[in-house]
């Protein structure tokens, strides 16, 4: 017994990378998904077909969501993550996940309930947004 703690296990470290990079990342989506969704909102109720309004707002959300996780969340030792490599896998990870927002969106707004597309859009990309911090953590970021 010489009176030194023991190294921290797994679970400790994803406690702490979580609290590192997870929070932020929360933090910063909250923000990603209401412009996201503004977007959307806005333009579909200005007559634009709901998958192209829908692409638009995640185009908006896209590029501040690269922006501010590239350079804060996922930035290591003070150096921004904003390369030509992230960008590229950033923008893989982007398209399909904007494919799955875009058919679920769109199949809600078919018989004339664009509101139903409106509620349930917040819902549909938080949910992808989980897979996304997974992805940007261990491929697009790393």
Do not use: C
């Amino acid at each position: 017994m010489t009176g030194e703690r023991p190294e921290p296990g797994l679970g400790a470290t994803f406690r702490h990378v979580l609290a590192r990079q997870g929070v932020p990342y929360a933090i910063f989506g909250v923000g990603v998904l209401f412009v996201d969704w503004g977007t959307f909102v806005l333009l579909s109720w200005l007559g634009l077909a709901v998958p192209m309004a829908n692409i638009a707002g995640r185009v908006v959300g896209a590029v501040l969501g690269f922006l501010l996780n590239g350079r804060y969340t996922f930035a290591t030792a003070g150096k921004a993550m904003l390369g030509g490599r992230q960008l590229l896998r950033y923008f893989v990870t982007w398209g399909v996940l904007t494919v799955l927002s875009t058919l679920a969106v769109t199949a809600l707004a078919r018989e004339q309930w664009l509101w139903l597309a409106w509620l349930a859009k917040p819902v549909i990309d938080a949910t992808l947004a989980g897979t996304a911090f997974i992805v940007s953590k261990y491929w697009i970021f790393r």
